[in-house]
């Protein structure tokens, strides 16, 4: 068993940045890749990141030249930096692990973008 847990999620103004973090605990070892994804009041579960082996990392179109993902060396707490965030990028920002663990998600933290 996975567990996850993120923080970093809050009220910004467009244009501002926020960093989310994501922390892993349990059978670790079992994690190949993680993401990020996030949901829309009222809409689907949408893929934001992944970072995989060799760290090899995929962006959503919607993203790519504003958020980073990263993680630590010993691959068990992710990050998500966004930049230049739109009211477009509120949402429910959770963070997903997979593996020979199975797929896991952690709570989610909201990000709410004003104007």
């Known amino acids: 068993q996975v567990q996850l847990v993120e923080s970093g999620g809050g009220l910004v103004q467009a244009g501002g940045s926020l960093r989310l973090s994501c922390t892993a605990t349990?059978?670790?070892?079992?994690?190949?890749?993680m993401a990020w994804y996030r949901q829309p009041l009222g809409k689907q579960r949408e893929l934001v990141a992944r970072i995989g082996n060799g760290e090899i990392t995929h962006y959503a179109d919607f993203v790519k030249g504003r958020f980073t993902i990263s993680r630590d060396n010993a691959k068990t707490t992710q990050f998500l930096q966004m930049n230049s965030l739109k009211p477009d990028d509120t949402a429910v920002y959770y963070c997903?692990?997979?593996?020979?663990?199975?797929?896991?998600w952690g709570q989610g933290t909201q990000v709410t973008v004003s104007t």
């Open positions: 349990g059978d670790v070892s079992r994690i190949d890749a």
């Open positions: 997903h692990a997979e593996g020979r663990s199975g797929h896991n």
